[in-house]
């Protein structure tokens, strides 16, 4: 069973940059694919980023395609989100997450994930 443990959030002027850490434990973390998921206060959670459990495939969502950057060292069992020019509307709490079973596919919907993190809050002022 994986566990998860997000840091790196923060306040961030608009236009700047933070970079997500996701740590993992368990002996088969490679093996799952990772996900990053938001939720704005008021709104439901919402993907932003996936990578496959072997860093082959990734997909993001539109709305930062270009601007995030997701990537994974299985050896140290963690998952990273590069956020840069960062956007008010960005603010969330962001989230990790496993999926929950072993997979090659990339995965973008939050019922494909069985293991989450407990967020880690991103604030963008203007």
């Known amino acids: 069973q994986v566990q998860l443990a997000e840091s790196g959030g923060g306040l961030v002027q608009a236009g700047g940059s933070l970079r997500l850490t996701c740590a993992g434990s368990?002996?088969?973390?490679?093996?799952?694919?990772m996900g990053w998921f938001r939720q704005a206060p008021g709104k439901e959670r919402e993907f932003v980023a996936a990578?496959?459990?072997?860093?082959?495939?990734?997909d993001y969502a539109d709305s930062v395609k270009g601007r995030f950057t997701i990537s994974r060292d299985n050896a140290k069992a963690t998952v990273y989100l590069q956020m840069n020019s960062l956007k008010p509307e960005d603010t969330a709490v962001y989230y990790c997450?496993?999926?929950?079973?072993?997979?090659?596919?990339?995965?973008?919907?939050?019922?494909?994930?069985?293991?989450w993190g407990q967020g880690t809050q991103v604030t963008v002022s203007s």
């Open positions: 368990g002996r088969t973390f490679g093996r799952y694919g």
């Open positions: 990578i496959t459990s072997s860093s082959g495939g990734t």
């Open positions: 997450a496993a999926t929950r079973t072993w997979t090659l596919v990339v995965k973008v919907t939050t019922s494909d994930y069985g293991t």
